[in-house]
């Protein structure tokens, strides 16, 4: 699939009559890291929602390339290269972990194998026919990363996808992103470890109460001032350590 980035131009959206998002102007250029950083309630999940079509804006644009996709459909965004991996990992639990690898496989790819997800999740490959509810979080977290490999998408959408795992597997999955970003695919990262996500990209968002408080490079950003300011201990939940 061609390389394409995405944009969000002045996206308002909500939920009923409750606005989350006011006026958001968001992009993610094509095979590039961003990251998408803000407290509890300030807005990232409805703006990844926003993105893959899961919710329509009320006002603005969500553009693939040059493609205008505000009123298309998630299944359009995602034949444009959209991929959203959501937060609790979105897997289906009764069935096995070839079958939800199978349906990862978008109808319209030529190419069926699943070599990609297994090469990039090595310890799926002995777990083909368990059923994916009996896997580990871990586990369960790689097929759920592994629509990022089968479906070929230009864009990768991540909401907090190291939620709840152990420090290790929270390694194997950074290394997994890490091979995504290499291979020219553009990640839209929401992160609680914010340190590790600011490490690998190229561009950092900061949210707060539904607009952007920040936009920039990551040396840009004031790690105690703005950061610790947003997010409390959060930056730090790598180190085990409080910030100072």
Not at 39 to 52: C, D, E, H, P
Not at 67 to 79: K, M, N, V, Y
Request: aromatic residues 4%; proline residues 5%.
């Amino acid at each position: 699939m061609s390389q394409a980035g995405l944009r969000l131009e002045g996206v308002t959206a909500g939920y009923h009559r409750t606005k989350v998002l006011q006026g958001i102007d968001l992009e993610v250029p094509a095979g590039s890291v961003v990251a998408l950083l803000g407290s509890n309630g300030a807005g990232k999940t409805t703006l990844l929602r926003v993105a893959s079509g899961v919710i329509r804006p009320g006002a603005g644009r969500v553009l693939v390339g040059d493609a205008d996709l505000t009123r298309a459909a998630p299944s359009a965004r995602a034949r444009a290269g959209l991929c959203l991996i959501p937060e609790g990992r979105g897997i289906f639990r009764a069935m096995t972990v070839r079958e939800n690898l199978l349906l990862a496989v978008p109808p319209w790819k030529k190419d069926k194998s699943l070599d990609g997800a297994l090469e990039a999740f090595p310890a799926l490959r002995d777990r083909l026919g368990h059923p994916a509810g009996r896997l580990s979080g871990g586990q369960q977290q790689m097929v759920a990363l592994s629509r990022a490999y089968l479906a070929d998408p230009s864009i990768v959408m991540l909401d907090e996808i190291s939620m709840g795992l152990a420090p290790i597997v929270v390694d194997q999955i950074f290394r997994s992103l890490r091979a995504l970003a290499a291979r020219g695919t553009a990640l839209l990262v929401v992160e609680q470890y914010v340190d590790r996500a600011l490490d690998m990209c190229d561009h950092v968002y900061l949210l707060n109460r539904g607009t952007v408080a920040f936009s920039g490079k990551p040396a840009e950003l004031d790690h105690d001032a703005v950061v610790g300011g947003y997010l409390g201990l959060a930056a730090d939940r790598d180190q085990n350590k409080p910030m100072p």
